[in-house]
């Protein structure tokens, strides 16, 4: 019998990590294509006679407002904010969020409660947040904390209960109790859904900060943009804007990245 030997790899039989490479790389070339498209489009409508700074005027901003100190204690105001905010609500919504769903008994006690506070927005609360925490630093953390807690504690849930039931009944053909059922199966299983939950409540707190920083703020981003409106000052208030968007979108790129770590074991596309 004639041994055949395996052919020498192709360039077809790449491995997957190579790639997963190249499809980074192009679309890290999209990312800077489509980022230069915007900022062309911006320019050429400012050029067009549109009420809207230009970009070298934005920059000029940004440089004045870093030289005398303001956009660094700025950024630094509401990151804080936004940051305690949103890890008190993870820190809260993932154990509802597997309560309500490894439980029922706690899903029919606290699932209508979540279902009634999601209809209203957390911006609606500030006025009830105002006259019983002040107006200090409480209630803009509280606000920004419920907008991460509501989206992050559903994600949770589903997560829970769409566990494939045919991996928890392998357990315990396997002879796991229901801790151990927990641990390894249903926590990493969930695991995707937590993420993007939390994903969905960065968002959701960066999107209540501006609204947050309206309760008697000296400082911060959404601060200065009001401040800004009152002055008719366009390129402060597009400073804000574009901080706000590029912070936001570095801490979801962090998250990103956490769940491309944590959920490796995943099938992609």
Request: with cysteine; hydrophobic share 55%.
């Amino acid at each position: 019998m004639t041994l055949v030997e395996n052919p020498a790899p192709t360039q077809a039989q790449d491995p997957p990590r190579a790639r997963r490479r190249g499809r980074g790389g192009r679309m890290l070339l999209l990312n800077a294509v489509s980022v230069v498209l915007g900022i062309g489009v911006w320019w050429a409508l400012s050029l067009a006679g549109f009420d809207i700074p230009a970009p070298p005027e934005v920059l000029k901003r940004y440089g004045e407002l870093i030289s005398d100190g303001t956009l660094i204690t700025d950024i630094g105001a509401s990151l804080r904010r936004v940051l305690i905010g949103f890890v008190l609500g993870v820190a809260l919504a993932v154990p509802v969020g597997f309560g309500m769903g490894w439980y029922g008994w706690v899903r029919g006690l606290v699932e209508p409660w979540v279902q009634f506070f999601r209809t209203i927005p957390p911006l609606a609360i500030i006025p009830l947040a105002v006259v019983l925490m002040g107006i200090e630093e409480t209630p803009k953390i509280f606000v920004i904390f419920l907008a991460s807690f509501l989206a992050c504690v559903i994600s949770t849930f589903q997560g829970v209960v769409n566990v494939d039931k045919t991996l928890i009944n392998a357990a315990r053909v396997l002879g796991a109790n229901d801790r151990i059922i927990f641990a390894r199966v249903v926590v990493p299983a969930s695991t995707p859904f937590i993420l993007v939950g939390m994903r969905v409540g960065l968002g959701s707190s960066w999107a209540t900060l501006v609204a947050a920083e309206l309760i008697a703020a000296q400082e911060g981003l959404g601060y200065r943009m009001q401040s800004a409106q009152l002055y008719y000052d366009l390129p402060t208030i597009f400073v804000g804007l574009i901080t706000i968007g590029i912070l936001g979108l570095l801490m979801d790129r962090i998250l990103l990245f956490a769940e491309a770590k944590l959920t490796g074991w995943q099938e992609r596309r």
